[in-house]
């Protein structure tokens, strides 16, 4: 049972009679319940205070330590319970006092008019959070009840038994809270009114010294913390619930510094200043805990930090030196290692975290023990070394300091890549966690290597041709570049070679593509046992080589090299079960730092290829170095080409027509078209002189196209109103880059039906070479053409790698004896009469007309007309004519009587 705190009034204190007096000189209930809570809040120490009479409250009084502050310190919810007389108790008790600690809280007195009691005293004792909470109550005159609550001593003026309370010390039992309750003006440098004792414990600051330097708190705090501790400086808090917790390290006055965790909330005083309402706590020991966790965490972590290096597309060897490198510092290891199987018989060493005095190798044998389990993928745990027969063979290897080991083996996909073996001192170090543990590491360690194998698999692959295993135009293009950026450094000259095989197409039509195939895969391996270990023998696709030569003295050097290359590939080839002789031409091209031509790597393959067609175009098997002299011509053919573009857009071009007339009666039987270049400063140039140029562009398409259809259009007004039995036909050249346009077809019957030509008045020459690329799209155009009455003629037959397979397989309608045998006739040459007679016999078996090109000469007439030729052109007939000189012939005037 709790004492009598009743205290008659005539022992009143100072303060006591003080208030009596104040309470004397009011004038009304209202304003002595207004002086009753203010001295309970500025007398008696008191946190809040509620003055009530029987039908409610009547005054409040606003508390010095908000009830934030008392939540933060006791983990209380806050709150004011008031309401009418017989509540107003119970009120409080569940408003402030709903903590689970306080569940066993009670009222020891109760408030009633009729009570002679002065006070009612609610004790809560919340012990394990080291706070005292108390309300008291009074009632006062009149019905008046004074009540108040608040932590430390009671108020004067009451009579409380401290020895109730678990300290002694109330008036100091805010000490022993584990936190600094403060309030301080808003701002880096506002004024700190009130911080708790326990600041001196915390940082080493008295509550003085810490609220005598408005600077003092934003000085304290560490520089990579400042930001975030003043994030919450704005006036916009105000009013609001507490901020989110804000953690950063405050520096004590010792220098040291400790971590705080700060809650706080933000109001306006009575004079308008923000002040902050918060609690500091210390919570340097709980981050140092954190960090020793994270510690542990991160050594448990081995296998996924593998995995991540993996998935980021590290080397394997950093996977493995990193794996090996951490292992090694483990408790107990005193060496991990990494060792590759090379073969059968023998492991390699990969990585090592200490050199204990292994041999760089191990021996192997899958049928015996451990390798017979490592070789199934199991882990094996090896206690001790010398206690164990099986191991034997070991001992040659074993270094004094290992007792036991453990071994993963690091598995591929299909094969085993190696083992990771870990050695301690001691016997038995390594338990059967260890192993899992190892196992987890060498399998991300093998699928690593596994996906490392398989991208440079891919890489391989995208850099190297599939046929000859030789690095690919993409490839060659990239070492060239480095070659030349190293140039200036290493000042040595780099050497280009562009080789081509001779005749390589007579092999692969003549004996077919394998033939061609295996042909090149025996030469690839010829070029590269030419060259440095650190050049380059690279395939460009087809017959074509190209070599980088890193760093030679001169262009001398580069010869000798290309020199070599003609020799290794002059030996014999086996080809399809027999050996074949293959020559090659090869151009020579050099760059050397500071000369002002080539510039880059596309101005040296130029300068390059060149040179290899100018060792074509002498004789072939020869290599031939860029000079001034191809260096002019491949300038002069820029320019023409630059020319080219210009004369299209500026209609420079014309047609003009040569006679072709029927060798059985001497009519007119056709014109063959061709294309002039009226140049505006060289005068007429003839097609030699630039229709090259433009087959190795797209210009040649522009011109194909514009002959074609200058032809169709300038056929038809001749043939108009001629007979049906005198209508002519003109002749239109097509070069292997039109033939392989799918929609060819299309446009030349678009061209027939604009202009109102008959098919058959329209005939597509192209050469042996166009037959020869054996594409199906060649093939599909050109039966397309002839299907729909277009006739098609073979040019200069008997020049190229001429096959009667041609001849039957498309649909021919004339061919057209070359001009060197029939330049020939009549020159003392039968071998020229013997091949046109051939020729002419072949194209009367097929049914096909055959025409003489070239005709000079009436000899020459004469005898091609013995041969059988149906019909003839040549500058004896007449040379190329311009429209109107061709249209006299079409009326019958300029026609020679040629056939008698």
């Not at 005159?141 to 038994?161: C, L, N, Q, W």
């Not at 206690?383 to 591929?412: C, E, H, K, Y």
């Not at 166009?770 to 060649?778: D, E, F, H, N, Y």
């Not at 109107?884 to 040629?898: E, I, M, N, R």
Request: with cysteine.
């Amino acid at each position: 049972m709790s004492p009598d705190r009743r205290q008659p009034r005539d022992n009143a204190t100072p303060d006591q009679e003080a208030l009596r007096k104040e309470l004397g000189r009011a004038q009304s209930v209202g304003e002595a319940a207004e002086v009753t809570a203010r001295a309970a809040v500025e007398q008696f120490g008191a946190i809040g205070a509620v003055v009530s009479d029987r039908e409610g409250p009547i005054a409040a009084r606003p508390t010095r330590l908000d009830p934030m502050t008392i939540a933060e310190l006791t983990s209380i919810s806050a709150g004011v319970g008031v309401g009418r007389p017989d509540s107003v108790l119970s009120g409080m008790t569940t408003a402030c006092f709903s903590h689970p600690d306080l569940e066993g809280l009670r009222i020891s007195a109760a408030w009633a008019p009729e009570s002679s009691a002065r006070v009612a005293d609610l004790e809560a004792a919340a012990h394990t959070l080291g706070v005292w909470l108390r309300q008291y109550a009074d009632p006062a005159d009149e019905g008046v009840k004074r009540s108040f609550t608040g932590p430390g001593p009671a108020p004067a003026g009451f009579e409380i038994e401290r020895e109730q309370m678990d300290d002694p010390d109330f008036e100091h039992l805010i000490d022993s809270v584990p936190a600094i309750l403060y309030t301080a003006e808003m701002g880096e440098s506002g004024k700190w009114t009130y911080a708790s004792p326990q600041i001196e414990k915390i940082l080493g600051y008295t509550p003085q010294e810490w609220t005598s330097d408005p600077t003092l708190w934003y000085r304290s705090i560490h520089p990579d913390d400042r930001e975030g501790a003043l994030a919450y400086e704005d006036e916009r808090l105000i009013g609001l619930d507490l901020h989110p917790p804000a953690e950063y390290r405050l520096q004590t006055k010792e220098g040291s510094y400790v971590w705080i965790l700060e809650r706080a909330r933000l109001k306006r005083r009575e004079d308008g200043v923000p002040v902050w309402h918060g609690v500091m706590q210390d919570i340097t020991a709980m981050k140092a805990a954190e960090a020793a966790i994270q510690l542990k965490a991160e050594q448990q972590v081995l296998v996924a930090r593998l995995g991540e290096m993996a998935i980021r597309g590290e080397d394997p060897d950093s996977l493995l030196k990193y794996a090996v490198d951490w292992i090694g510092k483990l408790d107990g290891v005193i060496e991990a290692s990494i060792w590759e199987q090379e073969d059968y018989e023998r492991l390699h060493l990969h990585h090592r975290s200490a050199n204990l005095g292994w041999s760089n190798e191990l021996p192997y044998d899958p049928e015996q023990y451990p390798d017979s389990h490592l070789a199934q993928g199991d882990v094996v745990l090896l206690p001790s070394w010398q206690d164990d027969p099986r191991l034997a063979r070991f001992t040659p290897f074993l270094p004094d300091p290992v007792r036991s080991s453990m071994i993963a083996p690091i598995m591929g996909a299909v094969d085993q890549f190696g083992m990771i073996i870990v050695h301690s001192d001691r016997i038995s170090a390594f338990s059967e966690q260890d192993g899992n543990f190892l196992r987890a590491a060498a399998n991300v360690l093998g699928n690593s290597i596994e996906r490392s194998r398989t991208d440079q698999s891919l890489e391989h692959r995208l850099n190297h041709d599939p046929l000859t295993d030789l690095p690919n135009r993409q490839l060659f293009t990239r070492r060239l570049a480095e070659a030349i950026d190293e140039a200036g450094s290493r000042e040595g000259i780099v050497g280009l070679l562009f080789l081509d095989i001779d005749h390589f197409k007579l092999i692969n039509d003549g004996i077919g593509h394998h033939a061609g195939d295996e042909l090149l895969r025996e030469i690839a391996p010829r070029l590269s046992a030419s060259v440095r270990r650190g050049d380059t023998v690279a395939r460009f696709g087809g017959d074509e080589f190209g070599i980088v030569l890193a760093s030679i003295k001169s262009v001398e050097e580069a010869q000798e090299v290309g020199l070599r290359m003609l020799e290794s590939i002059a030996e014999p080839i086996p080809v399809a079960g027999t050996e074949r002789f293959v020559t090659a031409s090869i151009g020579v091209a050099t760059y050397q730092p500071g000369r002002e031509e080539p510039k880059s790597a596309e101005d040296l393959i130029r300068d390059a290829d060149a040179a290899m067609y100018l060792a074509k175009e002498s004789g072939r098997a020869r290599v031939e170095s860029f000079g001034k002299p191809i260096r002019d011509r491949v300038l002069r053919r820029l320019d023409v080409e630059r020319q080219l573009h210009s004369a299209i857009e500026n209609e420079e071009l014309r047609a003009v027509y040569q006679p072709i007339i029927s060798l059985r009666d001497g009519k007119l039987a056709g014109f063959e078209a061709l294309t002039r270049w009226e140049h505006p400063r060289e005068g007429t140039l003839q097609p030699e002189l630039f229709i090259p140029i433009a087959e190795e562009s797209d210009l040649i398409s522009r011109i194909d196209s514009w002959i074609m259809a200058e032809a169709i259009r300038q056929v038809r007004e001749w043939n108009e109103g001629l007979e049906q039995e005198d209508r002519i036909t003109v002749s239109v050249n097509a070069s292997s880059r039109q033939i392989r346009k799918p929609e060819l077809a299309a446009e030349i019957a678009e061209l027939l039906v604009l202009n109102d030509t008959r098919p058959e008045n329209l005939a597509i020459e192209i050469t042996e070479n166009v037959l020869l690329a054996g594409s199906s799209v060649i093939d599909d155009v050109l039966r397309e053409i002839h299907e729909f009455g277009v006739r098609l003629a073979l040019d200069d037959f008997g020049t190229g790698y001429s096959s009667l397979s041609y001849l039957s397989e498309f649909p021919l309608d004339m061919i057209k004896i070359d001009r060197a045998f029939i330049e020939g006739l009549g020159r003392g040459d039968p071998g020229n009469s013997a091949i046109a007679d051939a020729i002419t016999q072949i194209g009367r078996a097929l049914s096909l007309s055959v025409v003489a090109e070239a005709v000079a000469t009436e000899a020459q007439l004469q005898m091609v007309r013995d041969l059988g030729c149906d019909m003839a052109q040549g500058f004896l007939i007449a040379p190329p004519l311009d429209v109107d000189q061709a249209t006299d012939f079409v009326k019958g005037s300029g026609l020679p009587d040629l056939i008698g």
